[in-house]
């Protein structure tokens, strides 16, 4: 098999496996509160920026050495059908459009900051 459709069945088997966890914190956080706007969102989106800061330090490091079909797995299907960036949106908006409106713009702001920090943290732990 050509390296470009291992590639292209990387993707997919990585985005369906993504899918699936997002769905299981969504599952688990219906559970556990009656709202899951915004905290299973925020929940993935903060994993996942965390573990794709691991394992970008860790390769660049050379503590790890992905090949580019498994770091495309991993990055763009698995963390990429995990995290929920387009939700995130949606979160914000039916936010927006609630009773209380500052609600959407600490969404946005706590979930970029945290995300940010957590990407940063991530690196920084395994790229050392």
Avoid: K
């Avoid at 995300?115 to 050392?128: D, E």
């Amino acid at each position: 098999m050509s390296q470009g459709l291992s590639i292209w069945i990387a993707v997919a088997v990585g985005g369906a496996a993504g899918s699936l966890a997002r769905h299981a914190v969504n599952v688990v956080f219906a559970h556990l509160t009656e709202r899951t706007t915004p905290y299973a969102t925020a929940t993935v989106n903060l994993v996942g920026s965390l573990v794709i800061g691991v394992l970008a330090g860790l390769q660049a490091s050379g503590r790890i050495h992905l090949s580019p079909v498994t770091r495309t797995f991993l990055f763009v299907g698995l963390l990429g059908g995990f995290t929920t960036f387009s939700s995130f949106m949606l979160d914000t908006l039916t936010l927006a459009q609630g009773p209380e409106q500052r609600l959407a713009v600490m969404n946005v702001v706590v979930q970029t900051a945290a995300g940010c920090v957590a990407v940063f943290l991530g690196y920084a732990a395994a790229a050392r």
